[in-house]
């Protein structure tokens, strides 16, 4: 698979449940080719942004998109990658501001 069809793929799945890509294409099409690189290394597709540990249990969290992106798109506007964002964000009617991190601490590799 190439990164602009994992575009459109994911992009016919989540526009319609509010979750857009940035509109900065040529970012969103380098965290693409990550999502690949990493489904490629660890046979899922990891948050391109976070430290993966290897162990598909553990990561589940941060597998894209990740348990945090509904909470960070309702509060920022944006996921913690920017990959995902909402169409306010998009159409620059909220701040873009930067997204903390909410992965719990304890479930990051040392």
């Known amino acids: 698979m190439t990164p ?3 575009y459109e793929a994911l992009k ?3 526009e319609p449940q509010g979750y857009y890509f940035n509109k900065d294409h040529s970012m ?4 693409m080719a990550s999502l690949l ?3 490629n290394r660890y046979g899922y597709m990891v948050c391109p942004c976070r430290l ?3 162990d598909r ?3 589940r969290d941060i597998i894209c998109p990740c348990a945090y992106r509904e909470a960070d798109v309702k509060e920022f506007g944006s996921c ?3 990959l995902y964002v909402s169409r306010a964000w998009n159409e620059d009617e909220i701040p873009h501001e930067y997204v903390p991190e909410r992965r ?7």
């Open 52 to 54: 993966a540990s290897g």
């Open 37 to 39: 690189e990493n489904k």
């Open 4 to 6: 602009q069809k994992l």
């Open 104 to 110: 719990p601490s304890d479930k990051m590799p040392i």
């Open 12 to 14: 016919k799945v989540q």
């Open 28 to 31: 969103t099409m380098e965290l």
């Open 57 to 59: 249990a553990q990561d």
């Open 80 to 82: 913690y990658c920017g």
